[in-house]
């Protein structure tokens, strides 16, 4: 069964410093990697994702993500924080073999604290 | 276009009467998917659909929940007979098309609580 493994509840990180985010994933078949964006009282925003390719991805606001297959991870990263980066951020991951369709399992959040 | 559109964005109700929530995915998607979040559960994936065709409902707490997809524009999740435990955020999002890795596009979700 695919899974996904956000081990940090929060981050705190001081603006202009350099910010990761940690995501740990298991499946069965080549993954298909998402990161996502939560501000309040908001729906999910897409930020980037990984297909094939590349290993560094780069996405919306500054973000970018680094696929590691050996160790099964996916973290999100940004070279300067700001304080508008404060959010809560979801790693997801679709397996492509199986039944499973279009299903995609998100983690449990991260919640990113950019300090001015 | 006008992203994936949610109705109502609140909605206040007592236990036991019937709830529906409604979603209007972005046109050309054909995958459509509801959520629940809560702060003690997180995201949950209650049900999708894939051509209208509900794919995997293994998410919906119990027969008290119901979805349908009459048609590619259109969406329900039906909570009867609605219980407190049912407050949260209930969001749709929708993907596509065809089998792709795609994105999943979320409505602004709708805020139940039932008193």
């Known amino acids: 069964a695919q899974s996904v493994a956000q081990p940090e509840d929060q981050v705190n990180v001081a603006e202009g410093n350099p910010l990761t985010v940690k995501c740990t994933y298991s499946?069965?078949?080549?993954?298909?990697l998402f990161w996502y964006v939560q501000y309040p009282n908001r729906g999910l925003q897409f930020l980037l994702k990984?297909?094939?390719?590349?290993?560094l991805v780069k996405g919306s606001y500054g973000f970018e993500a680094e696929f590691n297959k050996s160790q099964t991870s996916f973290h999100l990263k940004k070279p300067s924080a700001l304080v508008s980066d404060s959010a809560l951020y979801f790693c997801?991951?679709?397996?492509?073999?199986?039944?499973?369709?279009?299903?995609?399992?998100f983690g449990a959040g991260t919640r990113l604290f950019v300090k001015a | 276009d006008a992203g994936v559109i949610q109705s109502p964005r609140h909605e206040v109700t007592e236990m036991g009467q019937e709830v529906t929530l409604r979603c209007k995915p972005i046109?050309?998607?054909?995958?459509l998917f509801w959520y629940r979040q809560t702060m003690m559960r997180g995201l949950e994936l209650l049900i999708y659909f894939n051509n209208n065709v509900p794919i995997d409902d293994s998410g919906m707490p119990e027969d008290r929940f119901s979805a349908k997809m009459p048609n590619a524009s259109f969406s329900t999740l039906k909570i009867q007979p609605s219980e407190p435990r049912d407050s949260a955020v209930y969001f749709c999002a929708s993907s596509g098309p065809g089998q792709g890795a795609y994105e999943q596009y979320f409505g602004p979700g709708t805020r139940l609580t039932v008193t």
């Open positions: 499946v069965s078949g080549n993954p298909y």
């Open positions: 990984y297909i094939t390719g590349d290993n």
């Open positions: 997801a991951v679709r397996d492509t073999r199986g039944t499973g369709g279009f299903k995609t399992i």
């Open positions: 046109s050309g998607h054909n995958s």
